[in-house]
């Protein structure tokens, strides 16, 4: 994509503090590289999983454990808890890659309620409290993630802000390279034409389980940031929900698109907060918008975009 | 070294009680074009699954230049040089002609596992597949959307991408089904370049290219063979004038 698409972008995540609500701001970066870690695997690797709300919310748990109870500084909290996000996608990859399509979602949605089962029961986790209180720390030991700075009369947590923004920044670039890699370019062949990529002489399964414990990993990275900007971690984060919210974004924006997860999450997390007041309509109405836009957007909102403009995006 | 690049001993394959490849003892010599001929349904393909390990055999064991390759994997076998092709075509739709032939080449390089490098390191394959591409008539098309070919070009192409891994055996399932006389001819003369220092198995419906092409047939019938040997003989044979061509003497 364009370069100077890619500096706008940055100028205005660098910008948006000052103009949109901090903390919806860092809503939306978790949501959004929570999606585009699923999108590598739906849109470029061709698999779906049911049970992504696992690594989210694992990573989420882990992250507040290391941080509250361990004391140790946000940054390493953070990277404990994308470790074992991608450790745990390694397990589940492992057993759910021997499945093939629906039976591979179903697999992973299994494994992710096993997961879900211990959040509930295990003593650390905090069962249907959750972690709460988390506390965000000093950045390696020396940036005080709490500070507030007063810009023109609003007080702004920015020090937090562009630490999720740099996280979220890490994961772009994390599973954008991904994709245009060598090994990216393999994904895409089995993505395409499975037994052709097979008879080439490509373990596709290795391949396959690569694919899922990076994008396990970011999703962890998703999870462990969100666990900082909320200072909770809780069953929502690892309910199947979640799972399902991420599908919803990432074919509401566009699967396999690189924009799309982007603007998936921007309108489910922006609905979310619009009709907060709505009480539990708000699934409803969210699924009833879901409904019309894969009738009428089939490749999602930056899909169709992409097809009209005769460009990938 | 084995006479015989390939070789299968009483290969069998059942689907649910029914044979479709029964005690089937067939021998590719080195450096010929074999083909596989014989009716519609006659467990050609299957044979083709099974040596490639898309299929288990339920008995029969496989020699690839003797060493008996019946339990591995189909990335084991293609990583021995044993490079298939397709009944329905094998491309891959999205991805240019040029990035087809690289994704094989990309093979060689062992960069395949590299999520962390730019696909920029791949450029210096381009004009290794050109080559190929130009080979194969397909230069002028490099960088079109591959689904979006005549069907006799998406052939060519999977004949330059199978090319690229320099295969010892390349097995084609039916290389000119469904192509007008022209495209026939053209992959004809691929095929006869593409033996070159090569063995290859080919299942073909098109008996003039057989005739011009194979050193040896085989025609299979209900999953068994019914009989072996050149052109000129085979084609003479009754049994397989009325079993296969249809013809009573
Ligand atoms: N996966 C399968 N499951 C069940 N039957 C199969 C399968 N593959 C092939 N067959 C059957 O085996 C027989 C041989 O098929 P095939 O090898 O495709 O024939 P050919 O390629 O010679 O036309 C056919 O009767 C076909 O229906
Ligand atoms: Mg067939």
């Known amino acids: 994509m364009n370069r100077l698409v890619w500096i706008a972008l940055i100028i205005l995540g660098l910008l948006a503090p000052y103009v949109v609500y901090p903390v919806f701001m860092m809503k939306l970066l978790c949501f959004a590289l929570f999606a585009l870690a699923f999108n590598l695997l739906l849109g470029y690797t061709g698999l779906l999983s049911f049970g992504h709300a696992a690594f989210f919310g694992s990573a989420s748990y882990i992250t507040g454990h290391l941080v509250r109870n361990s004391g140790l500084t946000p940054e390493l909290g953070v990277l404990g808890g994308t470790l074992f996000a991608g450790l745990l996608g390694y397990v589940v990859g492992s057993l759910a890659i021997r499945r093939q399509g629906i039976y591979f979602a179903m697999v992973t949605l299994a494994l992710a309620q096993i997961v879900y089962f211990i959040a509930l029961k295990a003593p650390f986790t905090g069962g249907e409290d959750g972690l709460q209180g988390i506390p965000r720390g000093f950045l390696f030991g020396l940036i005080d993630l709490n500070r507030v700075y007063v810009v023109s009369g609003r007080p702004l947590g920015l020090n937090l802000y562009y630490f999720v923004f740099a996280m979220f920044c890490l994961g ?16 895409k062949g089995i993505r395409e034409n499975e037994p052709r990529a097979i008879s080439l002489g490509y373990r596709v399964d290795r391949f396959k389980l690569m694919a899922f414990v990076i994008s396990a990993a970011m999703a962890g990275l998703a999870g462990a940031t969100k666990s900082l900007v909320f200072q909770l ?38 609905l979310q907060s619009k009709l907060s007041s709505v009480g539990s309509w708000i699934t409803v109405i969210i699924g009833g918008i879901f409904v019309v836009c894969v009738l009428v957007f089939r490749r999602g909102f930056v899909g169709e975009l992409a097809r009209l403009l005769k460009r990938s995006l | 070294m084995a006479e015989y690049v390939l070789e299968t001993r009483k290969l069998s394959k059942e689907f649910k009680g029914f044979s479709a490849v029964k005690d089937l003892n067939l021998q590719v010599e080195r450096g010929h074009i074999h083909a596989l001929i014989g009716p519609n349904g006659a467990g050609k393909t299957t044979v083709f699954n099974l040596l490639t390990k898309f299929l288990t055999p339920t008995t029969g064991t496989i020699l690839f230049k003797g060493i008996d390759v019946t339990r591995e994997k ?37 960069t395949s596992y590299h999520f962390w490098r730019s696909d920029r390191c791949l450029d210096k394959l381009a004009g290794r597949a050109m080559e190929l591409l130009d080979s194969v008539g397909l230069a002028e098309f490099s960088g079109e959307i591959t ?8 052939r060519a192409l999977e004949i330059a991408t199978t090319l690229a891994l320099e295969p010892e055996l390349m097995l084609l399932d039916e290389p000119t089904q469904g192509m007008g006389a022209e495209d026939v001819y053209k992959i004809t003369t691929l095929v006869k370049q593409a033996s070159v220092n090569r063995s290859i198995l080919m299942i073909e419906h098109n008996l003039k290219v057989v005739a011009t092409l194979a050193d040896r047939i085989t025609v299979l019938q209900r999953g068994a063979i019914l009989a072996e040997g050149p052109y000129a003989e085979v084609s003479q044979d009754p049994r397989v004038l009325e079993a296969y061509m249809g013809v009573h003497p």
């Open chain 1, 233 to 270: 971690s809780s069953l929502t984060d690892v309910s199947w929900h979640t799972s399902g919210e991420v599908v919803l974004m990432t074919l509401l924006g566009g699967v396999g698109t690189v924009l799309g997860p982007l603007v998936g999450a921007f309108t489910v997390v922006t």
């Open chain 2, 74 to 110: 189909p990335a084991d076998i293609a990583l021995r040089g044993v490079i298939r092709s397709f009944q329905i075509s094998a491309v891959f739709p999205n991805l240019t002609p040029l990035e087809n032939v690289r994704l094989a080449l990309q093979r060689a390089t062992g």
């Open chain 1, 172 to 187: 772009f670039w994390i599973i954008h390279r991904t994709i245009h890699s060598p090994f990216g370019q393999v994904l």
């Open chain 2, 147 to 154: 689904g979006e070919l005549a069907y006799g070009r998406k």
